[in-house]
């Protein structure tokens, strides 16, 4: 996960930023503080903050940990030390993902709609997240690489990691 990649995914966000700001100043809109109070606020709040939260979420989960995947394999790489599962060592894969990226729609309702990840469960109890942050098309290198595994995928409104306890 890079800079770039950060860059990439917050990308949309900008542009609707830009967009509502430029439209606003060219209707000349932004004149007193009931606009700002009754407009822009709950802009933020439907747009903005979903998405800031998402990725800082995802940002936390998946800052320490980078992924190789080969046909059968995973190589779960975390603080230098290389991990390697077999197909036959992994349970089933579980995305998480809104009804518009489930249903693969090229339109979306929210800018979050973009955000999506998937948990690996292995045998042994072991899991790991690898979200979107990663690739853009997460799901279809698993499904690729891993073809042998259940994948299960979960419609979810709001698609957030729920905190885990560290050291499980």
Request: hydrophobic share 45%.
């Amino acid at each position: 996960m890079t800079f770039y990649r950060q860059i990439k995914a917050l990308l949309r966000l900008s542009f609707v930023i830009c967009f509502f700001i430029l439209l606003f100043i060219y209707l000349d809109l932004v004149q007193d503080l009931k606009f700002y109070l009754y407009v822009i606020l709950p802009l933020i709040l439907i747009f903005v903050a979903p998405v800031l939260i998402i990725h800082i979420n995802y940002y936390l989960e998946s800052r320490k940990v980078s992924y190789e995947i080969y046909k059968e394999k995973i190589y779960i790489i975390v603080n230098d030390k290389k991990l390697t599962y077999h197909i036959g060592e992994i349970k089933e894969i579980i995305f998480y993902m809104t009804a518009n990226k489930l249903k693969d729609s090229a339109s979306s309702n929210f800018l979050y709609d973009y955000y999506y990840y998937a948990k690996i469960i292995f045998f042994n109890n072991d899991e790991t997240i690898v979200t979107c942050l990663h690739s853009d098309n997460i799901d279809q290198i698993l499904r690729d690489n891993l073809n042998d595994v259940d994948i299960v995928k979960i419609k979810t409104f709001y698609p957030i990691i729920p905190l885990r306890r560290r050291g499980s």
